[in-house]
């Protein structure tokens, strides 16, 4: 799946990551390919989200980001992400509005 077949409640996955650090905008972008349907690709940015969430430090750490980034900000930042993602896939597909691009 290409990012233009997201829906715009779902494309705000990647804007609310950019939010926290333009590398996780970039991981999400490029992991829609890897996916089939906006479902599945949802439920798969969701694991790695979490992932972060439980261990920020080390993510930012990969990436050598760590001084440059402020953790408390960054905490935030990524449980609104989570909580966003949630409440995506909560949310019907036929009410997560019109994709820029139909399959």
Known sequence: MDTD???PMARDCIRLAD???????????A????????????????????????????YLDWWNMIEEVDMEPFRQK?????????????????ERGEPEFKL
Request: with cysteine; proline share 3%; hydrophobic share 30%.
């Open 31 to 58: 992991a829609c390919s890897q996916y089939r349907s906006e479902d599945a690709y949802l439920q798969g940015i969701l694991s790695d989200v979490k992932e972060i969430e439980e261990d920020p430090e080390d």
């Open 5 to 7: 077949y997201l829906t």
């Open 19 to 29: 939010d926290a650090v333009h590398t996780l905008s970039s991981e999400l972008g």
């Open 78 to 94: 990524i449980r609104v992400l989570r909580n966003h993602i949630e409440k995506t896939i909560k949310t019907p597909i036929a």
